[in-house]
């Protein structure tokens, strides 16, 4: 390919390590690139939780700008943080080989965990599977880059916070105060990188064929599909994770109420030929099993939290004009 393949991403520690990633293995391939770095409307505002902001791919719609724009050629995400629908015209081109999906606590000391605690988290689904396992505590809301939320954590009074164990991994962020959480049900994707091009562009697409690992790719999707036939555009606390042994896939997912008291979730087995269709047939008998009537509580519940925030706001504003 004689063009420069011009990559965008996010400019945190942790996105430029990912799309270096990806640099590095086109370059071995004997293509040209160019990193540009851009900063996410979701990384401007720290200050608002995410399902406040009332935005989804809050971390991607900037690239998605760039790259229908023409500025990127391609674009490299955490594939947790990608809408399960992308924008007209930009298409999958490759999933990277998955790395680590666990989340892991970063703590002070473990001695609050039969005790009251407070724990950081800006997940919705970390909160919640907290909370359902650990009721007794208080969750508060932790938002920014891995960097940033580390700095936050060590400068607060919580008794640990939340992250995803590939993200740390990947950056050297690791810490002797940390703790696997292998009951927590990880986010769909989690722990895997995508890059994403435009549908027209077919010489670059066939070119990232050769950076996707296939193994990846079906488990991922089906988690996505899972995660895409609950939401219904609604964010919601949803885990999910598929692994591939032999010829067998195994998958568990789980629907969670903001309040972590409640869930509907499910564990299943099929042969890997049937892989089509069966992140969205699990998601249809969570829906059937009580799932319905449990994202329809949590719709309520973030619209009344979004409607507060917005009247907080907009009061805040108002006596901020007075003022001055």
């Known amino acids: 390919m004689s063009k420069v393949i011009r990559i965008g991403t996010r400019d945190s520690e942790l996105a430029l390590w990912q799309a270096k990633t990806v640099q590095t293995a086109l370059e071995k391939l004997g293509h040209k690139t160019e990193l540009l770095p851009v900063k996410s409307t979701g990384d401007l505002n720290l200050d608002q939780p995410l399902y406040e902001m009332g935005i989804t791919g809050i971390f991607t719609k900037t690239l998605d700008v760039a790259m229908l724009t023409g500025k990127i050629d391609i674009a490299v995400h955490s594939m947790k943080d990608v809408p399960t629908a992308l924008p007209q015209g930009i298409v999958e081109a490759a999933v990277l080989k998955r790395a680590n999906s666990k989340d892991i606590l970063i703590h002070k000391g473990l001695e609050f965990l039969n005790a009251e605690g407070i724990i ?54 690791t810490s002797e105060n940390s703790l696997d959480l292998d009951w927590m049900l990880p986010a ?98 969570v829906l059937n099993n009580g799932g319905s009537v449990l994202m329809e509580e949590i719709k309520k519940s973030l ?22």
């Open 120 to 173: 950081a988290t800006g997940s919705l689904r970390r909160k919640a599977q907290w909370l359902n396992k650990y009721p007794s505590h208080t969750c508060v809301d932790l938002r920014g880059n891995v960097n940033t939320r580390m700095q936050k954590l060590k400068d607060s009074d919580w008794n640990g916070a939340i992250f995803a164990a590939a993200g740390l991994e990947r950056i050297n962020l």
């Open 188 to 285: 769909p994707a989690q722990g895997a990188m995508l890059v994403v091009a435009m549908e027209k562009d077919n010489e670059t697409r066939d070119i990232l064929k050769a950076l996707n690992h296939r193994e990846s790719e079906i488990c991922v999707h089906i988690e996505r599909e899972f995660l895409k036939v609950l939401e219904g555009g609604c964010t919601a606390p949803i885990g999910a994770l598929a692994t591939i042994k032999g010829n067998e896939i195994s998958f568990k997912g789980a629907l969670f109420s903001l309040d972590g008291k409640k869930q509907v979730s499910i564990e299943r087995k099929i042969a890997l030929e049937d892989a089509p269709n069966f992140g969205k047939n699990c998601a249809l008998k």
């Open 303 to 324: 619209e009344l939290n979004i409607m507060l925030a917005s009247s907080l706001l907009k009061y805040l504003l108002k006596i901020r004009s007075n003022f001055f």
